[in-house]
Structure formats: structure tokens, C-alpha cells
């Protein structure tokens, strides 16, 4: 993070723009007479995933819960052969 007074930011303010978005600078805090005024910071951080949920929605089949406890056998099956865990 650093920090330039407000006549820099005009003179520079393409330099800053590309220095954010390149992600050489996560932020720059831009002055007023010494006393911070505005935070330039780029629209979406490198690496942060927006969360969209209902991306899958209507892709896969409903399964109520007797139809779900169902599929316990077809997996233990996979697991161990059809041999019965002993519990």
C-alpha cells in the first residue's frame, strides 16, 4: 500500500491505475494535504472467487430422503465388494 499526494495522482493517475490493476499495489491511498482522502483499489481482487449460487440448479435430479438413503447400499457395495461391513 502506499500513499501519493493529490497533485501526483493527477499528474500519474494512469501509471496508478495499471500499477492496481496489475496487482503491484493492492491499494493506493491518495492525500490531501497529508490527511488520506480516497483509496484507489481495483474492481475484483486477484484470487477471490465470487460464490454464485443456483449455478447448478436443474442439472441433477431431486432426491428425497428415502431415495438418498438408498444410495448407502449401492456405495457400500462399491467399497467393499458387496461384503456387509460388520458394525
Do not use: C, W
Not at 493506493?28 to 449460487?53: H, Q, Y
Request: neutral net charge; aromatic residues 6%.
Amino acid at each position: 500500500m502506499s500513499t501519493v499526494n493529490m497533485l501526483e495522482a493527477k499528474t500519474s493517475l494512469s501509471r496508478l491505475v495499471e500499477a492496481v490493476e496489475s496487482g503491484v499495489e493492492s491499494e493506493i491511498i491518495i492525500a490531501r494535504n497529508g490527511k488520506p482522502a480516497a483509496k484507489l483499489v481495483p474492481l475484483s481482487a486477484p484470487g477471490t472467487k465470487t460464490i454464485r449460487f443456483g449455478h447448478a440448479k436443474g442439472k441433477y435430479p431431486s432426491l428425497d430422503y428415502e431415495a438418498f438413503q438408498a444410495l448407502d447400499a449401492e456405495v457400500e457395495t462399491m467399497f467393499f465388494s458387496g461384503e456387509k461391513q460388520k458394525t
